[in-house]
């Protein structure tokens, strides 16, 4: 079964630094997708960034930038130069590739806060 | 464009009472799925609608059941409400179809419930 681990319940960060949030997961499927949305206390989930398990390169989306590491099975983000409004949670999702089907696992979230 | 609007935003049931929640995704979009959050449980799936037809189920009880329009609109139904249906529920559309794994759902605020 697809799994997405996040073991992080909760992160600190200096304004202006750089923090890494992790994630792994497992899955048998050769092709798969991995994604990072931000949740902050409005509740919506707002979309970050996508990884697929053929791309050659990491993906990059602004300040965003996503250490894909296919064999050990990560898929870290990366938020540079944090910002006071980066403070929110933070979720790692898998797509399940089960054919004609399109649903996220989601791991359990890291609460990231940004210091002034 | 208008995102994925989720009514109402907040909602308090007692037990025992049945409620509807209502998505309408984003215009074009025609992929709807629902997600309940809870502290305890995190982010599950429960349904995925396409076109009007039930593509995929979560591992929910017959309580929990859902539908979509031909507009694409979907509303999910909760009958016998319980405590523990307490939960964020979310809402996400996405265009559906053949697309790039990257074109990812975009996600609504979220219908708070609360079960008294």
């Known amino acids: 079964a697809q799994k997405i681990t996040q073991t992080q319940p909760g992160m600190f960060v200096q304004e202006k630094e750089a923090v890494t949030l992790d994630c792994t997961y497992d899955?048998?499927?050769?092709?798969?997708?991995l994604f990072w949305y931000k949740q902050p206390s409005s509740g919506e989930m707002i979309f970050l960034i996508y990884?697929?398990?053929?791309?050659?390169q990491n993906a990059t989306e602004g300040r965003y930038s996503l250490n894909f590491q296919k064999a050990r099975k990560s898929a870290n983000l990366v938020i540079s130069a944090s910002q006071l409004g980066d403070s929110a949670m933070y979720f790692c999702?898998?797509?399940?590739?089960?054919?004609?089907?399109?649903?996220?696992?989601f791991g359990t979230g890291t609460r990231l806060k940004v210091l002034a | 464009k208008a995102g994925v609007t989720q009514t109402p935003r907040y909602l308090i049931k007692t037990r025992g009472q049945q409620v509807t929640l209502s998505c309408s995704p984003i215009?074009?979009?025609?992929?709807v799925s629902w997600y309940q959050q809870t502290p305890g449980q995190g982010l599950q799936f429960l349904f995925e609608?396409?076109?009007?037809?039930?593509?995929n189920k979560g591992n929910f009880p017959g309580r929990f059941s859902g539908r979509q329009f031909s507009n694409s609109r979907s509303e999910m139904n909760v009958s016998t409400l319980e405590l523990g249906d307490s939960a964020l529920y979310l809402c996400?559309?996405?265009?559906?179809?053949?697309?790039?794994?990257?074109?990812?759902?975009?996600f609504g605020s979220g219908t708070r419930l609360t079960v008294v």
């Open positions: 996400a559309s996405r265009r559906g179809g053949q697309l790039p794994q990257g074109l990812g759902y975009t």
């Open positions: 609608y396409f076109s009007e037809t039930q593509r």
């Open positions: 999702a898998m797509r399940d590739g089960a054919s004609g089907t399109y649903k996220y696992i």
């Open positions: 899955t048998s499927d050769p092709s798969y997708g």
């Open positions: 990884q697929g398990s053929y791309d050659q």
């Open positions: 215009s074009g979009h025609r992929s």
